[in-house]
């Protein structure tokens, strides 16, 4: 919740930079380079795994049927976790960074990180490990290899003296993409699978479907990365071949959004009513919205316009943020009554934090993608100077700030309510915390 804060306040101010760059320039840590590199980091490595791992330490013993063991390893290794970010997040303050884009962090701090995250593992591990049943739910799949990838992907990105010019940069995007893909996307898909039946009571459509889902991105994510490096000096092989996968990711991303659909056939009033329902259901939306989008964007027809612009920042966000993180707010408000013991106080703050967020993304999401269209356009445009590309997106950048302050305000509603909810203050209700519909106006129980 406090990395979800921080990196809401360091994205808003690098927001407001972009079309106030004179404001708050009095200290060196809010310059636009250090103040977005805390934002992404403190996402990347705060409020992301934080959330997902949190939330797979409640799945995965209860699909397993058996007690989550060695969960002291988990605290011990959320301390060192912590511990590092907050020494990461201060050494990039203080101008000290490797210069990758989400490798930044210093790889010695790294080595806490690599530390950290084996002992969060473990607990899942040994319970995995002890389970006392046979068959094993997509969700575990997908959990399970998530903390097999997140390592191999961090130590081999992050391993010193390794990676040197172009190929360094071919590491930066392959670990760049494949942290979302192989690591986000993973423990987020594995919520929408645990948590959408769970809600509406009954089981997924299609076991099968679920499987070449899991398959599908477990084989073709890996080189996706790739098309960012479109039109440098890389072998043009490496670059077909990510644009191919890509393309191939529509295979997976198809048979999750048709078991999702095909589950909640006859279940669709249920998201008027739960709160889990409708941020997962629409952060699952946004999955095949943000990876329909990504493929596409990978053909070079596409690339050759969108390369280098603001149109690449709304497609990460729109991953990230309208899924990962939805997804995330969901599982959290159906997790969080089942640690404390205790009903969310007051409904009625969940559903402005809904739509706070909501609408905050998607103005974010259509501010970026039509001024990085046309910011594309305008650069590929030889007879216009290249100030033209960044004067017309200004308008577009200010729509990217208002999105982004709306967030930050949800956010901050999200986080009053949390609190409420573990100090025990509010009233104490004995029913859920349900969303309710009374002439056509929205109530909150």
């Known amino acids: 919740?406090?990395?979800l804060l921080v990196a809401s306040a360091a994205g808003l101010t690098a927001s407001i930079k972009l079309h106030n760059p004179d404001w708050l320039v009095q200290q060196a840590w809010l310059s636009f380079g250090r103040i977005r590199t805390i934002h992404l980091n403190a996402v990347a490595y705060g409020w992301a795994p934080m959330a997902g791992l949190g939330v797979a330490l409640f799945i995965i013993p209860r699909l397993l049927k058996t007690p989550l063991m060695g969960a002291r390893y988990a605290f011990i290794g959320a301390v060192l976790w912590n511990a590092a970010l907050i020494a990461g997040l201060g050494s990039v303050g203080a101008g000290i960074s490797d210069g990758l884009e989400w490798l930044e962090i210093p790889w010695q701090i790294g080595t806490l990180f690599a530390l950290g995250g084996a002992l969060i593992?473990?607990?899942?591990?040994?319970?995995?490990?002890?389970?006392?049943?046979d068959h094993l739910y997509v969700s575990v799949w997908y959990m399970a290899c998530a903390l097999f990838w997140l390592p191999v992907l961090f130590i081999v990105a992050k391993f010193p003296?390794?990676?040197?010019?172009?190929?360094?940069?071919?590491?930066?995007?392959?670990?760049?993409?494949?942290?979302?893909?192989?690591?986000?996307?993973?423990?987020?898909?594995?919520?929408?699978?645990?948590?959408?039946?769970?809600?509406?009571?009954?089981?997924?459509?299609?076991?099968?479907?679920?499987?070449l889902g899991f398959w599908g991105l477990a084989f073709f994510y890996g080189q996706v990365g790739g098309h960012h490096l479109i039109g440098g000096p890389v072998p043009g092989w490496m670059i077909t071949l990510s644009i191919v996968q890509s393309m191939m990711m529509i295979i997976p991303v198809a048979a999750f959004t048709v078991n999702q659909f095909q589950t909640l056939?006859?279940?669709?009033?249920?998201?008027?009513?739960?709160p889990t329902l409708r941020f997962v259901g629409l952060g699952g939306l946004m999955y095949t919205v943000s990876s329909v989008q990504g493929s596409f964007e990978a053909l070079r027809s596409v690339n050759v316009v969108t390369h280098f612009t603001h149109y690449t920042v709304a497609h990460a966000h729109?991953?990230?943020?309208?899924?990962?993180?939805?997804?995330?707010?969901?599982?959290?408000y159906f997790v969080m009554p089942r640690i404390t013991a205790r009903e969310w106080p007051f409904p009625w703050l969940i559903s402005v934090h809904f739509w706070l967020v909501s609408l905050g993304i998607a103005i974010y999401f259509i501010s970026l993608t039509i001024g990085g269209w046309l910011q594309g356009e305008a650069m590929l445009d030889a007879a216009r100077p290249f100030m033209d590309s960044v004067?017309?997106?200004?308008?577009?950048?200010?729509?990217?700030?208002?999105?982004?302050?709306?967030?930050?305000?949800?956010?901050?509603?999200?986080?009053?309510?949390?609190m409420l909810l573990v100090l025990h203050r509010g009233p104490q209700r004995d029913?859920?915390?349900?969303f309710r519909h009374f002439f056509g106006r929205e109530a909150m129980s």
């Open 391 to 418: 004067t017309l997106t200004l308008p577009y950048l200010k729509g990217r700030s208002v999105g982004g302050a709306m967030m930050v305000i949800g956010h901050l509603v999200f986080a009053a309510h949390f």
């Open 121 to 133: 593992g473990l607990p899942l591990v040994f319970t995995l490990v002890n389970r006392k049943v």
């Open 318 to 332: 729109l991953g990230l943020y309208g899924f990962v993180s939805m997804v995330f707010f969901g599982a959290m």
């Open 1 to 3: 919740m406090v990395w």
């Open 161 to 211: 003296g390794v990676h040197v010019g172009v190929e360094q940069a071919t590491m930066n995007w392959w670990f760049g993409h494949n942290v979302l893909g192989l690591f986000y996307t993973p423990l987020a898909l594995a919520s929408v699978y645990y948590f959408l039946p769970k809600v509406i009571g009954r089981p997924i459509q299609s076991y099968n479907l679920s499987l």
């Open 265 to 274: 056939q006859g279940y669709l009033a249920a998201f008027r009513y739960s």
């Open 431 to 434: 029913q859920p915390a349900l």
